[in-house]
């Protein structure tokens, strides 16, 4: 599995570096999201009537800086470093099963304040003057990278069979949110995104659960789609 502490130490060493002279702005996102993996589901719930999903919940943590490449629009950039984890487990009959799915990523958040877009006075959200929904509503465009790495484990009482994956997939991400402006040094920001990672392969998946080598040499391949709400907290020390 991906080091989870390790990768909240990157994080927060990210935090460490945009919090220098150099930027502005930075951030942190935690956010909860329901996903569902559609062609492995079908090959793991085999005559799947309940519609059951496989890896169904996750939590994911990120951490950005702002950047504003355009001074007198409003389209803000944040580009985040991301981490993610779900899991899930269940029994069928004598077999037991296990399932991780752990997620390392950059995306581009690119934040489009549409009704507020050509009156930018290049300052925090609660320093303007247009009306609250105005200056704080945005669609989000979020492409990115993600590496993935997944753990099933099956185990019938005789024998433990097990299979990795470790995928580099791409994403793309359209989400939307307000920032409430609660002074000129923070904002939070209520978002909900709904993220797409395209073509992410678990090599024989099929065969380590039926515990048949010879069952289906084709890679297990599906896309990823997260429908994900959270928050996120930023904090800006400088104009």
Not at 68 to 77: H, T, V, Y
Not at 104 to 133: R, V
Not at 198 to 208: G, I, K
Request: charged share 20%; aromatic share 14%; hydrophobic share 35%.
């Amino acid at each position: 599995m991906i080091n989870l502490r390790k990768s909240t130490t990157s994080l927060l060493f990210l935090l460490f570096v945009v919090l220098s002279p150099g930027y502005g702005q930075a951030g942190f996102t935690l956010s909860r999201f329901n996903q569902n993996i559609p062609d492995l589901e079908n090959k793991v719930f085999q005559d799947n009537t309940t519609n059951q999903d496989l890896l169904p919940n996750g939590y994911r943590l990120g951490a950005d800086f702002w950047v504003k490449p355009l001074k007198n629009f409003r389209l803000e950039l944040y580009p985040e470093l991301s981490i993610a984890y779900s899991k899930d487990n269940f029994n069928r009959d004598v077999r037991m099963e296990e399932f991780h799915l752990a997620s390392a990523g950059i995306n581009l958040n690119m934040n489009l304040y549409l009704l507020n877009f050509y009156s930018d006075c290049d300052c925090p959200t609660f320093s303007k003057q247009e009306s609250f929904f105005e200056k704080g509503f945005f669609i989000q465009i979020s492409p990115g990278y993600h590496y993935f790495r997944g753990v099933y484990e099956v185990s019938d009482g005789r024998e433990l069979r097990k299979n990795i994956m470790n995928e580099l997939v791409p994403k793309l991400g359209l989400g939307a949110g307000i920032d409430i402006g609660l002074s000129d040094l923070i904002t939070i920001t209520p978002i909900v995104q709904y993220s797409r990672f395209f073509n992410a392969h678990w090599d024989q998946l099929s065969n380590t659960i039926t515990g048949d080598p010879l069952l289906d040499t084709t890679p297990d391949e599906s896309h990823i789609n997260q429908f994900s709400y959270g928050l996120h907290i930023g904090i800006r020390w400088r104009k």
